[in-house]
C-alpha cells in the first residue's frame, strides 16, 4: 500500500485493470517497479498518450521517486521539453550514436544544427521533416484536387 500511495494511487487496490486510466496504469507500473527499491530505473516513452495533467504528474513522480530512492533514472523519450523540465543531463541519440550530450541549459544554447532543431521543434534542419514532392500549387491552377 505504501508504494500505491507514493505513486498517489492509494485506496486504488480493488480497482481492475481495465478500469484504471492511462495515467493510473502507469503510474501502477511505477509502483511495481520501486518496490522492487531498484538503483536503476528505466523510463521507454513514459509521457506518450497521456494528458498535461497526467503528464505533469508523471515528471513530478518521477523526481520525486528518484531523489527518495537515490535511484538513477534513464529516460528515452521524443518529449524535449517536458523532459528538460526534471532532468540533470541529457544524451541525444540518432542512429544508435550519441550525437550530443550536456544539461538542458548546455542544450538549449546550443548551436549544432541537429540539437538546435529538436530543442526548438523546427522543421526545417538536419533531419528531413518535409519530404519531395512537386509543387502543389501548379495542380491547382489545372483544377487538380490535392
Known amino acids: 500500500m505504501m508504494k500505491l500511495h507514493a505513486v498517489g494511487l492509494y485506496g486504488t487496490q480493488d480497482l481492475m485493470p481495465g478500469e484504471l486510466s ?19 530505473i ?8 497521456l ?8 515528471v513530478n513522480l518521477i523526481r520525486s521517486l528518484n531523489d527518495a530512492l537515490g535511484a ?10 517536458e523532459t528538460f523540465s526534471f532532468v ?12 550530443a550530450e550536456g544539461t538542458p541549459d548546455e542544450l538549449r544554447a546550443s548551436e549544432m544544427p541537429f540539437v538546435h532543431q529538436f530543442v526548438h521543434g523546427e522543421a ?11 509543387d502543389y500549387r501548379q495542380d491547382m491552377l489545372r483544377g487538380v484536387n490535392v
Open 124 to 134: 526545417d534542419g538536419p533531419v528531413p521533416f518535409h519530404y519531395a514532392a512537386p
Open 42 to 49: 528505466m523510463y521507454d516513452e513514459p509521457f506518450a498518450g
Open 88 to 99: 540533470d543531463y541529457v544524451y541525444f541519440v540518432s542512429n544508435g550514436v550519441v550525437v
Open 72 to 81: 538513477t533514472s534513464i529516460v528515452v523519450t521524443h518529449d524535449v521539453h
Open 22 to 40: 492511462g495515467g493510473m496504469a502507469r503510474r501502477v507500473a511505477l509502483a511495481r517497479t520501486v518496490a522492487l527499491d531498484p538503483a536503476i
Open 51 to 58: 494528458d498535461p495533467i497526467s503528464m505533469g504528474v508523471i
